[in-house]
Each structure stands twice: as C-alpha cells, then as structure tokens.
C-alpha cells in the first residue's frame, strides 16, 4: 500500500491535479513520516529524557510495532491521525528547549490499537481524572466521551471525519470551541453535496485524504477562520460557517495546503536558506518564498473552484462566482509570476510555479464580464497599495514591486 | 521516484515502505539526516497556513 510518489503523480501536482491515487501515495509518504518522526522522538529521548519517560516511549513504540506486525492496518491508521505529527514535532521541540515530553500520549495511542487488536493484557488500567485516547475519545472516570465522527455521502462518494476539539495536539490552530455535531454535520452535508456534484476531483481526493476538522471558535466579526499545518496532514481547522458553499471552499483551500505540504516533505520546493520576503495578494503582511508558494498553490485551487461555481445556482450567485474567478486567477498569475522571477526555488519547486501557470494560462483567457474584470483590477489593486503603504520599510524583496 | 536526478529528495521517499520495526534498524545518521532535511526544508514554526481575512470579497 506503501508506494512512492511516482513521476506522473508529481507532473499532476505540478499542476495542481490531485488524483485519489495519488493522495493515497501522499498519505503513504506521511504516514512514514510520522513513524520517522516517533522512531526519532524515541532516539532523541533515551539521551535527554528521564528513565521513566524513556521506558515508556520505548514500551509504546514496541507495542505499536508488534501489533503493526500482525494488524498494519490498525496501527496504520492510528500513526497516520494528524495529531501524531504535530505530537512528534512539540516533542522534537521540547526535547531541543530542555523540556519533559508527553511519553504518556503515545502510550495511549499504543493502547487504543491494543483495544482495537483484542489485546486486552496490554491495555493499562484506567487512569484518575481525565485521560485522552487518540483519535478515540476521553475517560473521565466511569464516563466515556467518543470524539465525534461526521459521515456524509452524496451521490456514490462519502466522507468521514472526526470532529475533534479535545486533542491538545491539534491546538496550533487557535481557540478551539465545544462543538455542536449536528450542526456540523448539516454544513459539512451542504458542503460535500456542492463537493461532489460540481467539484469532483477535490471531492474524490478530500474522501481519501481528509480525516478530521477541528471546530474553531468563531470570529467576534468578519469571514470564518480557517488553518491547516503542516505537521498535521489530514486536519483542517475551521470556524463554522453560515454557508455551506464557504465550508466547501475552506476545504478545498485548506486540502491543497495539505497536498503541497506532503510533497514539501518529499521534495524540497524552496532554498531553506532564502529569508526575503514578498508580496502575496492575499495577505497583509509579507511572506517567506515557500509560504507564497503555498498561497499561489490554495488559490489556484480555488481559482478553480469559483471558475466552476460561475455555472451553477441562480444569477446572482453566477455573478459573485465569476468576480471571485477573475480576482483570484489574476491575483494567484501575479505570484506565480513574483515565484518565476524570484530565483529562489528548487528545480521541483520551478516545476511547480511553472505547473501553476500553466494551468492558469487558459483560465486567464475566459471571458468574464466587464463587471467582473473591473471588480478584480480594482479590488487587487487596492491590496497592493494598501500591502505598499503598510510594509514599505519592511525589507520586501524589490522583484516583488513589479505588477 | 522523481527525486533523482536533483538533489531536492529530502529522503522520506527510501523510507515510505518501512514498517516501525524495520525503521528501527535503520543507523542514526540516516535517520537524522531525513529528520534534520524534513524540519529544517519546511522550517518547523512556519509550517501553519491561516486564514482570517483574506477570504473577504471572495463571493464579489
């Protein structure tokens, strides 16, 4: 199940295809990561970490292989949860700052695949207070607490994930709030439905790829909130949306963080030692090259998305689609142009920029209405000199002034 | 894999068909050098995309 990324997978991706097949490479690839990244938390901490700490790591990581041994598939999916990564990274971390790391986590998760093994001998007794299993749920005395699964289906695709605001290892999004599964699962039941009707592919690779969203508090005022990390493949991070529509398009902006973050992992995209900074048109503040790459990357996919919505639904919603299409595919064209001429990617990493042109390229020669152009030039002209006024001493690589 | 040829691979691909037993044959200096490749090409603090504001005027 374990296959390589092959060379059309990453001619795809260049160009912002993502075939299910491929992202079940892309989770193959992550989830050696994550076991890498056990494996070294388990190395580092026997030089650094006291002897109970170092017992109980090695103890978890035994567990964990031995059951991988005669049941991969449970361990399988226990090591590729998103929290695993971002566990292994605040570990790595705390390691570095002299710190005590949480061997207790992955103890827990050794014993949820003993649950789910039949191993009952290995599971440990239950623990005063609150205990948190991985991907499982909380015991809180004799009261157990499931973390939610959402299932939706539309047509012949379906998606499940965890709705999971507990894991302290998916806290790097910003305040988690308790959510309300069932009005979750009715926005994210809109959403697929617009998914899969009228954005197939995203769909067909979110269905393999996408495993838990984490609820966010909602914003006092202003658009939801939305994040995904690249420690964490699989998770996205949302406040939840009036809109079903707008749930659809965090999905697929975020999914496409997710994607490209997979492939960073394989391959580097962008120097690592480049520190400039550049103008991104969808931000306010200045970005690294490899975090303009991964904008350029989110919008182009939802360049793509608003292409699609300008065929749908009633006229109003035709018109908004078709202005958010010419904004984001002039906008997305002007960074890939600012990665083009910005000498600071990989070979991979050129692919990619030129991959996103060149995807953009047809798209840019659609015609909208005047409305619409008019709209975009105006709304991406305003961010750029609102961006010029706010950062003008702020050390912004001059390539990226060009319009 | 498309690594070859160039020197971007950050090694992770030789890794993906390992289960946690084999990985734990593998020597430290191979380890680390994937490990230290992974964190140091993404930039470990850099690796969280937000969005707040930046959807606004999305829908025109």
Request: with cysteine; aromatic share 6%; glycine share 8%.
């Amino acid at each position: 199940v374990n296959q390589p990324l092959s060379a059309a997978d990453l001619s795809g991706l260049a160009r912002g295809i993502v075939t299910p097949e491929t992202v079940v490479r892309l989770n193959g690839a992550q989830l050696a990561k994550h076991q890498l990244l056990v494996e070294t938390v388990r190395r580092r901490a026997a030089h650094t970490q006291p002897s109970a700490t170092v017992a109980t790591l090695t103890r978890a990581v035994e567990l964990l292989a031995e059951i991988q041994g005669q049941y991969p598939a449970v361990v399988n999916e226990l090591l590729a949860l998103p929290q695993i990564g971002s566990w292994a990274i605040s570990c790595l971390d705390r390691m570095r700052g002299g710190e005590r790391l949480d061997a207790g986590y992955l103890a827990r998760l050794a014993a949820v695949a003993a649950v789910r093994a039949g191993r009952k001998r290995d599971v440990p007794a239950a623990e005063n207070g609150r205990t948190l299993f991985p991907g499982l749920g909380v015991q809180h005395g004799t009261r157990w607490t499931p973390i939610p699964r959402l299932r939706v289906r539309a047509g012949d695709l379906g998606l499940s994930v965890h709705l999971d605001a507990t894991d302290p290892y998916l806290g790097m999004y910003g305040r988690r709030t308790r959510p309300n599964p069932p009005e979750w699962r009715d926005r994210l039941t809109g959403a697929w439905r617009v998914l899969v009707h009228r954005h197939r592919p995203a769909a067909q690779a979110l269905a393999v790829g996408l495993k838990t969203l984490v609820p966010l508090a909602e914003p006092m005022s202003g658009p939801p909130l939305s994040a995904a990390s690249g420690w964490a493949y699989g998770a996205v991070a949302a406040s939840l949306p009036a809109d079903s529509l707008i749930l659809a398009e965090i999905l697929v902006h975020e999914f496409q963080h997710l994607t490209l973050g997979a492939v960073e992992d394989l391959v580097a995209l962008t120097r690592a030692d480049d520190k400039r900074l550049w103008y991104a048109p969808w931000r306010d503040d200045p970005r690294p090259l490899s975090a303009l790459l991964q904008g350029c990357y989110a919008f182009l996919g939802i360049t793509e998305f608003w292409r699609a919505e300008r065929n749908s639904g009633p006229p109003e919603h035709s018109r908004g689609a078709e202005a958010a299409f010419a904004r984001w595919r002039r906008a997305t064209l002007e960074a890939a142009q600012t990665l083009h001429d910005a000498d600071g990617l990989t070979v991979t990493g050129r692919t990619f920029a030129a991959g996103i042109r060149e995807r953009l390229e047809p798209w840019m020669a659609e015609k909208v209405s005047a409305d619409a152009e008019r709209y975009a030039a105006r709304v991406c002209a305003e961010h750029r000199a609102r961006w010029d006024r706010t950062n003008a001493n702020a050390g912004v690589s001059r390539a990226s002034a060009r319009r | 894999m498309t690594e070859s040829g160039h020197n971007d691979g950050t090694g992770l691909t030789e890794l993906t068909p390992l289960s946690l037993a084999r990985l734990a044959e593998l020597d430290d200096t191979r380890l680390e050098r994937v490990v230290e490749r992974l964190v140091s090409a993404c930039g470990a603090g850099d690796r969280l995309w937000q969005i707040g504001n930046s959807r606004q005027g999305t829908q025109g």
